[in-house]
Structures are given as C-alpha cells and as structure tokens.
C-alpha cells in the first residue's frame, strides 16, 4: 500500500505560479510511476503529466507543455508539479497518483493509488 498526500494548492492571480507537492508513504520502495490529474468542475479528470521512477521520463498533456513541469525526489517520496503562467481554465482539483512499475501511463484507470487531491483556483 502507498499512501499519497498532495499540498501546494490554493488561490492564484492568472499568470502567477504554484508548486504542487506529492508526498508518499508505504511501501515506495518499488519502482513506481507518479502523474498528477486534475478535475475542474463539470469535466471529467484529465491527465496533466507523469514521470518515471528515475525521474529519467516525463510526460505532458499536449496543452500543457512549456508551462507545468513535473519532477521528483525519491530520497523524499516526494513529487512535485511546478506550474506556471496559470490560467483561469486550470482550475480544478489537482490528484497525485502512483502506478506500480516502469512504464508511464496517462490513463487514470492504470494507476493503483490516488491522493485527496488539492484545490488550486487561478483568479482572472
């Protein structure tokens, strides 16, 4: 089991920064695929990006290229989403999620273990 708690959310002016923070706990020392999603509201979860186990191999959605980054420090358990030049569309609930092995999937149904997420509101 890995249990995984998102922070860093909040209120944001449009074109500001936030860093998300994952912090995981369990069982993480098997290799483990970590993306993020996000949900606004009315939609259905999206995939925002994911990173291999080595941090080696990222993965973005199209439309959020050159804006979020994603990374991770395995010392810490610990996965981060730098996003920036926020958007009024970004908006929603921001979930970490963790699938057990190498390869990195950008369904949401391949991955095994989900936080509560964090609410991150861009204001226009």
């Known amino acids: 089991q890995v249990q995984l708690v998102e922070s860093g959310g909040g209120l944001v002016q449009a074109g500001g920064s936030l860093r998300l923070s994952c912090a995981a706990s369990?069982?993480?020392?098997?290799?483990?695929?970590m993306g993020w999603f996000r949900q606004a509201p009315g939609k259905e979860r999206e995939f925002v990006a994911a990173?291999?186990?080595?941090?080696?191999?990222?993965n973005y959605a199209d439309s959020l290229k050159g804006r979020f980054t994603i990374s991770r420090d395995n010392a810490k358990a610990t996965v981060y989403l730098q996003m920036n030049s926020l958007k009024a569309e970004d908006t929603a609930v921001y979930y970490c999620?963790?699938?057990?092995?190498?390869?990195?999937?950008?369904?949401?149904?391949?991955?095994?273990?989900w936080g509560q997420g964090t609410q991150v509101t861009v204001s226009s």
């Open positions: 999620a963790a699938d057990q092995g190498t390869v990195i999937f950008t369904t949401e149904r391949m991955y095994d273990y």
């Open positions: 369990g069982r993480t020392v098997s290799p483990y695929t």
């Open positions: 990173i291999s186990w080595t941090g080696g191999r990222t």
